[in-house]
């Protein structure tokens, strides 16, 4: 292939990936606007809140045994 020729298809190639960056665009404006429809759903805001307490109890109950433990050991080591 000509030199000229492979400048045409280099040019082709970048207007196909400026097309396809400007569609990704336009998706994720759209997906966005639905994520923060959703978001604003107060079905799910309550379902948000009631898996970060229960993580936060989660984490808690995890504390507090592991804090156990440790008492136990130094109380055996005294």
Do not use: F, H, P, W
């Not at 292939?1 to 569609?23: H, I, L, Q, Y």
């Not at 923060?36 to 109890?57: A, T, V, Y």
Request: proline share 0%; net charge negative; hydrophobic share 25%.
């Amino acid at each position: 292939m000509t030199e000229e020729g492979n400048v045409k298809e280099a040019s082709a190639g970048s207007r196909t990936e400026t097309n396809r960056r400007r569609d990704c665009k336009k998706d994720c404006g759209s997906y966005r606007g639905r994520v923060e429809e959703s978001l604003n759903n107060e079905e799910i805001k309550m379902e948000i809140k009631s898996r970060l307490e229960e993580g936060q109890r989660g984490i808690l109950d995890e504390v507090a045994t592991q804090l156990e433990k440790q008492k136990e050991a130094a109380l055996l080591e005294a």
